[in-house]
């Protein structure tokens, strides 16, 4: 039971310290785009974007499936003391990536000025050579991440991404600055050039670490046992773990891209006008930066939760196994319950702190953010049960189940776009329907492979009665103050909204302890746990 406990602190510490860690890039990444976008304009940001459209597309392959299944098969074989072959896991790992890179770096440096005139945006191509480092340097940071993560050590990965989108930051904005008065395409490349010098310094920062650490690494290579598999075994192996895992992230947003294809044409079969249709799926844009914050937080308890699983899964500890699904998927309601119906419940009020100069735009926009917000719960739920499902070796059955699920996307999308009344809100219950089929497929599928039996009461009913006394008090708070103090200025409002998420949070953080959805003994397998519990054990018993 020690080891247990030990391993679910490594759990829950991780997942916070990669929270933080994705908490703090997040910021900066709206700190960096709010100044770029004003410096350069409309047209340094056609180069930018499209060479951050590229990048994209071609980094997803070392950043969505590899590092998962290098974490995988490094914790697998850890946790059977055969630490040789998982640094080997590691070091095939540096090859192949370094071989993906060496790939996408290729024809994006070299093949700039044709990719650029295929997009008929000619001078973007000087942008898309001062990306294509970083098709390098993110591969290598990407392997380091999964080993690191494998073993269940979280800091290495939050400390270098952090140092990559601090030094992005700052050398894409000096950059941009300095390079504006040669014109708006060298700007742009510039600032693009940010990634290639924010990947270097991730890496670099990664490296030292694991440099630093080798004593550790070579005493467990002195005394673990050995596996015989050859290079091009383990290489097979981490491409047939990654392949679904990379097919399953880009699903969404294919599904997103048919979206946007089909959502104005049907508007406009249905009677709307192109101003109108173009209008109504503006609005949609209002919305999703909001509902992707929580997935910060959550997608980090997700990632911690594969080599935990997997750890105990290879050892055949199916104790363990299930203490962590429970836990995972806890977790995960106990964030994402607060923050769907917090932003629910105060819609238009969030949307008007953020964009006060559009309150029109904002009202339009609160109901599909309130009904949006409900799929924070679902794919909270659905990256536990997710992750968990990548961990016990079943990483194709998550495809499926979102492919089924977009599917039905699809179906109730086009059904409900028609129908006049509820027009693009059709759009936000079709991706409500896509997450619900996804999530109820894959708790099936998690209940097959593990046999875990999840306690509903504690992992749903205390998190939803919590939220419920939170979201009253969010109403009621927000409420009293447009009484108060009126909400005739802009600053009136902005003060009534913080006053209501901070007694929120307040309600519902004395809530989870008063009804025991979470415990003070697991507060203290948080960072700083022991003082965080040295205050909660004031007000509640443990």
């Known amino acids: 039971m020690a080891e247990t406990n030990d391993s679910r602190g490594k759990f829950i510490k991780g997942a916070a310290v990669l929270a933080a860690a994705g908490l703090f890039t997040k910021v900066l990444g709206a700190v960096f785009r709010i100044p770029l976008t004003g410096l350069i304009g409309a047209n340094g940001l056609s180069y930018y974007n499209v060479a951050y459209a590229v990048y994209s597309a071609l980094v997803v392959m070392s950043t969505a499936g590899l590092p998962i299944a290098i974490s995988r098969m490094v914790s697998e074989h850890m946790a059977k003391k055969e630490y040789r072959y998982a640094h080997k896991i590691f070091r095939v790992s540096l090859i192949v990536m370094l071989i993906i890179g060496a790939v996408s770096f290729i024809p994006t440096f070299f093949g700039a000025d044709l990719i650029a005139h295929f997009v008929r945006n000619d001078r973007a191509a000087l942008g898309l050579r001062a990306i294509a480092p970083a098709l390098v340097f993110v591969p290598l940071f990407s392997s380091f991440r999964g080993y690191f993560n494998g073993r269940q050590n979280m800091v290495p990965t939050a400390i270098s991404e952090m140092s990559e989108q601090f030094v992005r930051v700052a050398t894409g904005l000096s950059l941009a600055y300095l390079l504006m008065p040669k014109g708006p395409e060298y700007a ?19 490296w030292l670490i694991y440099t630093f650490n080798k004593a550790l690494t070579y005493d467990d290579l002195a005394s673990g046992s050995q596996n015989t598999d050859s290079s091009l075994t383990i290489a097979k192996e981490l491409l047939v773990i990654s392949i679904p895992i990379i097919i399953g992230s880009e699903m969404m947003p294919i599904m997103n891209l048919i979206d946007s294809g089909m959502i104005m044409r049907i508007l406009q079969e249905s009677g709307w006008t192109p101003e ?32 935990a699983v997997s750890r105990a899964y290879g050892l055949g500890n199916m104790e363990e196994v299930h203490e962590h699904v429970k836990l995972g998927y806890r977790t995960t309601m106990i964030i994402g319950m607060p923050c769907a119906l917090g932003m629910a419940v105060l819609a238009l009020p969030i949307l008007k702190l953020l964009y006060w100069s559009r309150p029109d735009e904002c009202a339009d926009a609160a109901p599909l953010l309130a009904v949006m917000a409900f ?13 968990v499902l990548q961990a016990v070796g079943k990483q194709m059955i998550p495809v499926r189940n979102l492919f089924i699920g977009c599917i039905g996307k699809f179906i109730v999308t086009y059904i409900l776009l028609r129908v006049h009344s509820i027009n693009i809100m ?19 599928s998690v209940k097959k492979y593990t046999g875990v039996a999840i306690d509903y009461v504690k992992t749903y009913v205390k998190p939803a009665i919590a939220t419920a006394l939170m979201s009253v008090t969010a109403a009621g708070v927000y409420k009293a103050g447009e009484v108060l103090i009126g909400i005739s200025g802009r600053g009136a409002a902005a003060v009534c909204t913080l006053l209501a998420v901070m007694c929120a949070v307040v309600v519902y953080v004395i809530s989870v302890f008063a009804i025991h959805a979470i415990s003070v003994d697991e507060l203290q397998d948080l960072p700083a746990g022991d003082k965080l519990a040295r205050i909660a054990s004031r007000f509640v018993k443990k």
């Open 188 to 206: 742009a490349a510039g600032a693009t050039f940010g990634a290639s010098a924010g990947a270097f310094a991730g890496l670099l920062v990664i």
């Open 276 to 307: 109108e249709s173009k209008y109504m799926f503006g609005l949609l844009g209002y919305c999703s930066p909001l509902i992707a914050l929580p997935w910060i937080v959550t997608q980090a308890v997700g990632v911690s939760m594969v080599p």
């Open 375 to 387: 799929s924070i719960i679902l794919s909270s739920n659905m990256q536990a049960s997710t992750s």
């Open 426 to 444: 059709g759009a936000c219950i079709g991706t409500l329907t896509a997450y619900f089929i996804a999530m109820l497929l894959n708790e099936l």
